[in-house]
């Protein structure tokens, strides 16, 4: 393999010292302007990179954020990754994105990788239940914010949306179309989210008079289409199809309008279905899809910029934040069919 060209190279080539070449790179309103100009030519000839490694040897801090997420092929993810980005590219940052696919094992192998590449700081959206991944990372010394997670303490900075609260937007929305059952098509109960967003279809049962027997569930291995359109062959298997679906995300949704519309069942006049995120997919699906809107973009920059900030010049000054942003229920034709008495 080929040596790769260093400053020692681009300074013989344009006739200069190591210190302008540095200087060239690094402080250019430093060096007379045709020395600049000569010195760059060579630069562009010679195909020389500066090295970022050693760039942040000598800074003694990274110019690189991680970011593990669930599950990078569903576009909330895509959303929440872009807002971080934006901060980190404001902020002269770049961004290391990893997918633990939903996984507590590629988890825990990522945030190893982000401590051996010695990153400023990680954003994660965790999906280890027990906390023993983010436990074990903390032991390093790098910040860290969790993202669609709120911390249960106050020692680090988390930006989540109220899952709860957007569970009970849906319920209630279902109930005041006048349905009395509701079946809610989760992702796998490991995950905070889907959990609270369970939670918060029962308090709005309740909040009806309506028993929580009221809300029956069918728990998908995977938060993705594929495993939607299993779920939705599992709703179609009941004894009775149930009259209203709240699934825990809007992939999950999808898979199971394309189940029940592959089997003739119409939503909404047979079903009505609801979904959570409100990706952009929501609203372009054959049935536009009433979803639970997270203001995913926002989210993401959200968390970095506050991750930012503890690992900035001021860092000192820097105080956590658990930050919990509102959902929005957004009503689209999947569940304004024929009100059920």
Request: aromatic share 4%.
């Amino acid at each position: 393999m080929a040596r790769g060209v260093g400053m020692k190279d681009v300074a013989s080539e344009a006739g200069v010292s190591l210190g302008t070449v540095s200087n060239v790179v690094n402080r250019p309103e430093t060096v007379a302007e045709e020395t600049r100009l000569r010195v760059l030519l060579t630069i562009e000839r010679l195909g020389y990179v500066r090295s970022e490694s050693a760039r942040q040897l000598r800074a003694g801090r990274s110019r690189t954020l991680g970011m593990l997420v669930l599950d990078m092929a569903n576009p909330f993810f895509v959303d929440v990754a872009a807002g971080a980005e934006r901060s980190a590219r404001d902020a002269g940052l770049g961004v290391m994105l990893c997918n633990s696919a939903e996984s507590p094992h590629e988890e825990a192998e990522y945030l190893t990788l982000f401590c051996e590449q010695e990153v400023r700081g990680v954003l994660v959206t965790p999906a280890d239940a027990t906390g023993r991944n983010l436990a074990a990372f903390r032991r390093h010394g790098i910040p860290f914010v969790c993202v669609d997670r709120a911390l249960p303490s106050a020692d680090g900075c988390s930006v989540s949306v109220d899952d709860i609260a957007g569970g009970a937007l849906a319920a209630r929305h279902l109930v005041r179309r006048g349905h009395r059952e509701i079946v809610y098509v989760s992702g796998p109960m490991h995950l905070a989210q889907c959990r609270d967003r369970r939670e918060g279809a029962l308090l709005a049962l309740a909040e009806s008079g309506l028993p929580a027997g009221a809300l029956r569930q069918v728990e998908a291995a995977r938060l993705d289409a594929a495993a939607g359109r299993d779920a939705g062959a599992r709703l179609l298997g009941m004894a009775a199809l149930p009259s209203a679906v709240f699934c825990a995300n809007d992939m999950l949704a999808l898979g199971v309008l394309q189940s029940l519309y592959g089997a003739g069942v119409r939503v909404p006049d047979d079903v009505a279905l609801v979904g959570y995120d409100d990706i952009e997919f929501a609203a372009a699906a054959a049935v536009p899809l009433t979803s639970v809107r997270q203001p995913a973009f926002h989210l993401g920059r959200t968390a970095a910029r506050l991750l930012i900030e503890e690992t900035g010049d001021e860092a000192a000054a820097h105080r956590h934040e658990q930050i919990v942003l509102r959902p929005e229920l957004v009503v689209r034709d999947s569940t304004l069919g024929g009100r059920r008495g």
